[in-house]
């Protein structure tokens, strides 16, 4: 993957972790986790339900560009973590591991997400403008409505 960016997201939540792990391991609440600006709809997953190997197609529009995107999911291991990578879309890579770990009553999710930009220098600067902003932005929509969801 080379140097690429990295962002980190924790989040608490006053629910069981199987609960909050059923919720994210199904392909279809992503569009409720993700802002409306962004367009977002999935056109297929397949195989269903979702696990090791499952591909997942999106599309949506950054800004005026409309975008198809594809995941794998390439690593599976209920209720604690899973990975999804891009076979196919806006990054050069793109590795997102969502974990899930019980804390007393409740879950803390993680996110780590490392991804590269095509384009060298130009890419780094598209991350330094807009890029970088975009994803946290994204995140912090997501970790409103998880709040939302199930409290914390």
Same mark, same amino acid.
């Given at each position: 993957? $080379?140097?690429? &960016?990295? &962002?980190?997201?924790?989040?608490?939540?006053?629910?069981?972790?199987?609960?909050?792990?059923?919720?994210?391991?199904?392909?279809?609440?992503?569009?409720?986790?993700?802002?409306?600006?962004?367009?977002?709809?999935?056109?297929?997953? %397949?195989?269903? =339900?979702?696990?090791?190997?499952?591909?997942?197609?999106?599309?949506?529009?950054?800004?005026? !560009?409309?975008?198809?995107?594809?995941?794998?999911?390439?690593?599976?291991?209920? =209720? @604690?973590?899973?990975?999804?990578?891009?076979?196919? $879309?806006?990054? %050069?890579?793109? @590795? @997102?591991?969502?974990?899930?770990?019980?804390?007393?009553?409740?879950?803390? *999710?993680?996110?780590?997400?490392?991804?590269? +930009?095509?384009? $060298?220098?130009? $890419?780094? *600067?598209?991350?330094? +403008? %807009?890029?970088?902003?975009?994803?946290?932005?994204?995140?912090?929509?997501? %970790?409103?409505?998880?709040?939302?969801? !199930?409290?914390?």
């Amino acid at each position: 993957m $080379g140097n690429p &960016f990295v &962002f980190h997201a924790e989040q608490d939540v006053p629910r069981p972790l199987e609960e909050v792990f059923e919720f994210f391991s199904r392909a279809e609440n992503l569009q409720e986790l993700t802002p409306a600006w962004l367009h977002f709809r999935i056109l297929d997953v %397949k195989p269903s =339900p979702v696990r090791k190997g499952t591909l997942i197609r999106y599309a949506l529009r950054w800004r005026v !560009f409309p975008i198809r995107w594809t995941t794998e999911i390439v690593e599976w291991d209920p =209720p @604690h973590r899973f990975v999804d990578v891009q076979l196919k $879309g806006p990054y %050069k890579s793109w @590795h @997102h591991e969502h974990r899930f770990a019980a804390e007393g009553a409740g879950t803390r *999710i993680y996110d780590e997400v490392q991804y590269g +930009l095509p384009f $060298g220098v130009f $890419g780094a *600067i598209a991350h330094r +403008l %807009k890029v970088r902003h975009d994803v946290e932005t994204i995140f912090a929509y997501r %970790k409103e409505v998880v709040a939302n969801l !199930f409290g914390g």
